[in-house]
């Protein structure tokens, strides 16, 4: 199994708090992900990195920050949770060299927002 | 825009069936195609892949799938189904950035 190491696994909060997700890997890929799985739209992005500092949005990003500051932790922060941000929170690493560009994914985070 | 349809929402077939489970897409190119699996309350775990070449690709667990281009389509299939296969199945597509379909329940009757 690839490296990949979500914290917290678990976390409720309240509205109109911070809460930052963090996403471990050990397996130096470049590429790092953050998703969100809500029933009945399966996994969708929320903000990808392709290295260190480079970061960029995907399709629900409106809430979100990221950040990436080392190869390894890529961190996913919601400045002011909102209940509609509840939601099992995946992260995922990919490398692209030649065919080998799929993505592995974390053991999740699940986020709830009281 | 891009985007990925799982048609089928739940799918129930019995033990020792046979099983197929659609995924259309819409992309700019030929995208990467890929089937996910997620038993309850784990991660998702990579059935198979295609990049290029051969458009029937074997995967883990008996799984394959074939690429048809003219249709945008990537379906899975099983042979012969087993109850441990029962858990929700995802279609992604992509190169850099993915995108995922809203997945497929799949239960087995014994």
């Known amino acids: 199994d690839a490296g990949i190491t979500q914290s917290p696994r678990h976390k409720v909060t309240e509205t109109g708090t911070p809460v930052t997700l963090r996403c471990h890997q050990t397996?130096?890929?470049?590429?790092m992900y953050w998703y969100r799985q809500d029933p009945g739209h399966g996994l969708r992005l929320i903000h990808y990195?392709?290295?260190?500092?480079?970061?960029d949005k995907g399709e629900v990003s409106d809430g979100y920050s990221v950040s990436r500051s080392k190869t390894e932790d890529f961190l996913l922060t919601l400045e002011s949770a909102t209940s509609s941000q509840t939601s099992v929170y995946f992260c995922?690493?990919?490398?692209?060299?030649?065919?080998?560009?799929?993505?592995?994914f974390g053991p999740g985070t699940r986020l709830t927002v009281l | 825009a891009q985007s990925v349809t799982q048609p089928d929402i739940h799918i129930t077939v019995s033990e020792g069936a046979s099983l197929e489970l659609r995924c259309n897409y819409s992309?700019?190119?030929?995208?990467?195609l890929f089937w996910y699996v997620q038993s309850p309350g784990q991660g998702l775990q990579l059935l198979l892949k295609y990049f290029s070449g051969d458009t029937l690709v074997q995967g883990i667990k008996g799984f394959e799938a074939e690429f048809k281009r003219s249709q945008s389509s990537f379906n899975l299939r099983k042979p012969s189904v087993h109850w441990s296969d029962a858990a929700e199945y995802f279609c992604?597509?992509?190169?850099?950035?993915?995108?995922f379909g809203s997945g497929t329940k799949l239960n087995v009757k014994p």
């Open positions: 992604a597509v992509g190169f850099n950035k993915f995108y």
């Open positions: 992309y700019g190119a030929t995208p990467y």
């Open positions: 995922a690493i990919s490398t692209r060299h030649n065919s080998d560009n799929e993505q592995f």
């Open positions: 990195s392709y290295g260190v500092k480079d970061t």
């Open positions: 397996e130096n890929h470049r590429y």
